[in-house]
């Protein structure tokens, strides 16, 4: 498996994920990484422990990342056991917005799957 290290081993692993691997493929990067967005914006809503390093103090914030297409090679600074998470997100999260019924089910069982990894105590 890919260490989910760069924007781009996110980007071809939700490829792998989304069976999207052929040129032209059915969602441009621009798409996949927009979600890889959406995926971290989600994350901290509901696990902003994971973002502790964003915090400065108390009552102010640095920037969460944000990501574009043109620098693929970005690192993604993110906890190593969660990374499949954020996978799993930007992969249901791209599912959804696709407009077949069949990928509506698919892309909530991938979303599903992100809410139990990030809800997951461990020691």
Same mark, same amino acid.
């Given at each position: 498996m890919a260490e989910l290290d760069t924007v781009q081993d996110y980007v071809t692993k939700?490829?792998?994920?989304?069976?999207?691997l052929v040129s032209p493929y059915?969602?441009?990067?621009?798409?996949? #990484?927009?979600?890889?967005?959406?995926?971290?914006?989600d994350t901290r809503r509901i696990?902003?422990?994971?973002?502790?390093?964003? @915090?400065?103090?108390?009552?102010s914030k640095t920037a969460l990342p944000f990501y574009v297409s043109s620098d693929m090679?970005?690192?993604?600074?993110f906890e190593p056991m969660y990374r @499949?998470?954020?996978v799993y997100h930007? #992969?249901?999260y791209t599912q959804l917005q696709n407009n077949e019924n069949v990928d509506?089910? +698919?892309? @909530?069982?991938?979303?599903? +799957?992100w809410t139990q990894i990030l809800?997951? #105590?461990?020691?």
């Open positions: 939700s490829r792998t994920m989304l069976q999207d059915r969602f441009s990067d621009d798409e996949l #990484v927009g979600n890889l967005n959406a995926a971290i914006l696990r902003p422990d994971l973002f502790y390093q964003y @915090m400065t103090t108390p009552y090679t970005a690192m993604v600074d @499949m998470a954020l930007l #992969v249901g509506d089910q +698919r892309g @909530m069982a991938f979303m599903q +799957r809800q997951t #105590v461990t020691a």
